[in-house]
Structures are given as C-alpha cells and as structure tokens.
C-alpha cells in the first residue's frame, strides 16, 4: 500500500479565463511536498489537477494506489489558488469525500483550507493544516502511522473537530514558518508529467515555461492582499541554491522560459545582485519573468535582473491615484512607478502593471489617473481585476459588512463587486475590456513611429478604423458610468495608521 497520494484542486478546465490563457503551471508547493516526504521515507504518489479532466481522473489515481493516506495540498505559491475560487472548493471537497469512502485518512491544506476548515472537515477531511505545512504534514503523517505516537492536538499548526471545543474547531499551537528554505530538496519534478505540460504551451504559445520560487511569504502591508500561510513573515533561499536548481532544471527539463511565483521577488536590491552571479557562474541563465514591486526596481536590481536572464517584470502599480495607494497601504508613489517602467524599458526588460480598480473611495477622476498613468508610461502589458475582500485581510474587515451572499468568485475571470464600490459590476468589466484594448492601440501607434513613420504621420487605415471604434467604447464607458453609480458606495475609515515600512535588511523575518 502506498503511503501518502499528494493531490490539489486546481483544475485548469473548471477556470475559463485561464483556459483561454493556457499558461499551467505544476503545483510547486505539491512538489515540495512530495520531495520531503520522500527525503524522511515516504512512498509518495501525485495526481496532479492542473491539466486533468475532472474529479473522475483523481478517482482513478486513487484506485491506482491505494494510498493509506491523501493529502489535499494546494499550492500556495500559485496566486490562483489563493484567491479561494469557489469552483475549485468543490473539486477538492469531492475529491476529500471520495477518498474519505474509500478508507483513507484525508488531510488538507491550503489558502481556502485555512479560512475555511469547517467546510472541509464537513466534507471528509478529517485534519486540516494551517500556516506553512512541510514540518507540520511530516509530524502529522509520523503520528498517524505509529513512526513518532503523539496526541495530535500536541502538533502545531493543525485544526481537529472537536464538539467541545469554540465552534466545534480545535485549533493547536501556531505553527512557526521554517526560517532557512534551503533545507528543503528540490521539487519532485520526476512525478510530474513534464511532457503534457510541454506539449500544452507549445501548442499554445511555441514555447515552454515552468516554475520556480525563490522566497516564501511577503512582509509589505498591502491591506487587500490575503496572507493565510505566511501572514507578514518571509524567508529568501541563497542566491547559490536557487541557482543550482535554475542549472538543474536547465538541463533535465529544458524549459524555454521560467517563471518565478514569489509574491515579491528580490526582497533585496543585493541579493538580486548576488543571484545574477550565481546564475552566470553556472551558465544556469533561463529567460524567466517575475512580480515584484516598483520600489524594489532600483538600478542594482535590474542589473541583476538582467544579468540572471530576467526578460519580464509584473509589478503591482494598483491606481495611478496617490490617494487610493494611501488607502491600500501599498507603500509605493506613483512617480515610483514611471521610474520602474523607465529602468527596466532601458534594460530591455518588459514592464507589466497589475491594475486594481473598484477600491472603496475611488472616484471617476481616480479611475482616469490610472488610465493616464498607462497611456503615459505604455507598460508592455497590464493584468485588470477589481477590488476582492478575502477572509483575514485588513480589507475584508473593512467592508465585511456590506458583503451579500457571494463572497467568493466562481473562476478568476469573474470579475463581481462584492460589496458596494462606486459603479457596479458591468462597468468595471467594461473598463477591464476598453482600458486593454486602448493600451493594445497606443502600443501599436508607438511601434508605428518607432519603425520610421514619425510623429504626425496619418495612421493606416485599418488603424484609423480601430481608433474610430475605441473611441466608440469610451463613449459608451461614459454611459455606463452614469447607468452604474452605486447608491450607497462603500467608504471606510481606516482604524489605524500607515504601517512602517517592513526590514528587510535579513534573508528572513
């Protein structure tokens, strides 16, 4: 009998909007899982969600193995898997059922898991994780096998059903995150179908991606962002480590592209520095995009970026309004954007904004600051979402009581207010939809003039009519603007001050 099956929820086909993308990732945090098990004597299987069909294949796996027990693991470095879509619940609560029936002893962990646990202990978990989960699932699986006998509320980091206990949850000790993340192997990538992975980007794309991470955890306060596995604590791997799995991955896997799933990459202006040469002095160079913060984009850091293979940057600009950068506690000014875009932009590196629309206070003339903050600096590209209260945010307890009945999006392109901001659903969707198509527009007038026409030069005719037509769309934006006031917006008052900023001077905190 197999001892552990290490499974997820994310299903890649239950999410529209990514399968229109078709970027899949492996479940990282699931891989780790898996290594370290394997590195302490476990027999360890996957069935990985990200490309199956549906709970049916998860049924089959099960039935392969007969695992003594499952493991529901989401991967907590995946952004997608932390927005708690509703969707992927209900994959994962069926599949907690199906292995419960049949005998074995479920165990989960996750951002949903966390917030959540009463719903998956109602629905065959029978113990749930909380906070980062490597040690904690290592003392868990030793207790329940009989290898190290303990009383499982003596475990930290758990949360067991107990009628006696606040809300029929008792919650052990918090689990401390593990400060020196090189101590973990690398992912077990050999459990992984990396061909299926292969042939679905390159079908999609002509090119193949994988992913990495070089640190876990973010300390920056921003107030909407949802923290359940590492709250305010990180931990940075060396810059050596990760380069020799760079290496390793290089030349056993052979992607074409990485990208790194930190929340924030390259806390530290030197480490990035640190890892360009660790990176050269392996010939370990893959071109890899990550996310980041536009005040982290000094000119050391771009150096190294560059020097380490980095070709794209995402970074969470959120509103060309000061005021509503004050209101998220983001930390960051809006010339620190403009900067950021020009640096990397002379580094050859491309500059990607998120843009974050729908927060409480936000007026009309906000939301244009930030249209002009992105027809000013032309990011290479931007990712458009609204305002989403997530459980045990400082956000969330701000506008928790104007939340309905929906408190999750079904998929991640669902795009819903939640609570009343100042317009209604249909116009922030519309404003997703025409702000993408005037960047895609000013993008093409810019290369226009870059490939020898000039300024002044009449567009094309095929370009005239599709600027005809966006002006069109922001007319009918401004319509919309009026249809979809909100009666009562949401306003907060913020019951604190502005956060510090966090040190992070150490590879941990």
Known sequence: ?????????????????????????????????????RSVGYSVALF??????????????????????VVLYEDNFNFLSKMCLTRMREAACHMSQTAHARGATVIASGSDVTDHPEIYLRHGTQVVMVGEPDHTLRELLDALSGRRPAPLDQIAGLVLPDAHAPGGLLRTAKRDPERVPDQFPFPAWDLLDVERYRAAWTQAHGFFSLNMVSTRGCPFHCN????????????????????????WIKQ??????????????????????????????????????IQSRVDLMTDDAVAGLKQAGCVEVWMGAESGSQKVLDAMDKGTQVAQIKLARARLKQAGIKACFFIQFGYPGETFDDIMATVQLVRETLPDNIGVSVSYPLPGTKFHEMVKEQLGEKTNWVDSNDLAMMFQGSYQSPFYRKLHRVLHRDLEVRQRLARQNTNGHGPGVVPDADLLSVLDHLSHEWMELGRLEVLHRSERPTMIVKPYGAPAAPDTSRDWN
């Open 224 to 247: 909407w962002c949802a923290k359940p596995i590492w709250g305010q604590r990180y931990a940075m791997r060396s810059p050596a480590n990760v380069a020799s799995e760079m290496a």
């Open 48 to 69: 990985d969600a990200m490309l199956a069909e549906g709970e049916h294949e998860f049924e089959a796996v099960f039935a392969a193995h007969q695992p003594r027990f």
């Open 252 to 289: 056993h896997l052979r992607p074409d592209h990485l990208w790194f799933a930190d929340d924030i990459f390259g806390l530290r202006p030197a480490w990035v520095a640190e890892l360009g040469r660790e990176v050269a002095a392996r010939d370990a160079a893959i071109p890899f995009m």
């Open 1 to 37: 009998m197999l001892d552990v099956l290490l499974a997820h929820s994310y299903f890649l086909k239950y999410d529209a909007k990514q399968v229109e993308k078709m970027r899949p990732y492996p479940p990282l945090a699931t891989l780790y899982a898996a290594s370290y098990l």
